[in-house]
């Protein structure tokens, strides 16, 4: 595709149930980003991925957070036993490298409702 | 750790006003500096970026300069349009292979 796929757009869930979040990033781009983004706390990083490695996954907020990326490309963000402050709209992001000054091509996100 | 401070919003302006978003960041060394918008139902999108002290970034009549002495980087428009309003996110990268690090975001509402 041209851009950054988020899939599904919105998701509702129980509290205690798992989730998965899915990102097609551009092809090529070997850098791929998760977010988070929620009212009044801004955009707060996720974990990041070079390739099929996490090398910083340090924004992950609990053990009940976890990714993986396949092939290059596809990732899935996996909440497990979510609860309600893990509503939020998560984004994706990729770019084609990883350099300082590279520009980050963002999906339209997933919007995430616990009940 | 590197973080990125925003004037907190939201800012109400008329159009053709002037607008200063302001941005402090803190870092150990020298990031690239970032503005992403993000315009109503849409997704994040760069909007300007300096990559050096000194250097001006500049897109769709948005500036901002990299000032080191300040540790900032200010987003200003000469005269705004309601086409402008959005939400505006500044944001850094210290060193190739990390992540972008975002500011809070500052909400921008111009009418006519």
């Known amino acids: 595709g041209a851009g950054v796929s988020q899939s599904p757009s919105n998701k509702v869930t129980e509290k205690g149930k798992d989730v998965e979040l899915r990102c097609d990033p551009i092809?090529?781009?070997?850098?791929l980003y998760w977010y988070r983004q929620s009212l009044g706390q801004g955009l707060e990083f996720l974990i990041y991925?070079?390739?099929?490695?996490?090398?910083?996954k340090s924004g992950l907020p609990s053990d009940r957070f976890s990714a993986e990326r396949t092939g290059g490309s596809v990732s899935t963000l996996t909440i497990q036993r979510t609860q309600q402050e893990d509503s939020a709209v998560y984004l994706c992001?990729?770019?084609?490298?990883?350099?300082?000054?590279?520009?980050?091509?963002f999906g339209s996100g997933t919007q995430l409702s616990v009940l | 750790g590197d973080s990125v401070t925003q004037m907190e919003g939201p800012v109400t302006l008329s159009e053709e006003a002037f607008l200063t978003i302001n941005c402090t960041y803190t870092?150990?060394?020298?990031?690239?500096l970032f503005w992403y918008v993000q315009y109503p139902g849409e997704g994040l999108q760069l909007l300007l970026k300096?990559?050096?002290?000194?250097d001006k970034g500049s897109n769709k009549g948005f500036e901002a300069t990299y000032r080191k002495e300040t540790t900032s980087f200010h987003l200003e428009k000469g005269s705004v349009q309601v086409s402008d309003s959005a939400v505006y996110f500044c944001?850094?990268?210290?060193?190739?292979?990390?992540?972008?690090?975002f500011g809070k975001g500052t909400t921008l509402s111009v009418s006519s």
């Open positions: 992001a990729s770019s084609p490298g990883t350099a300082t000054n590279e520009k980050l091509f």
């Open positions: 092809s090529g781009h070997t850098a």
């Open positions: 991925f070079q390739g099929n490695s996490a090398p910083d």
């Open positions: 870092a150990t060394g020298y990031p690239s």
């Open positions: 300096a990559t050096k002290a000194d």
């Open positions: 944001a850094l990268r210290e060193q190739a292979g990390t992540a972008l690090i």
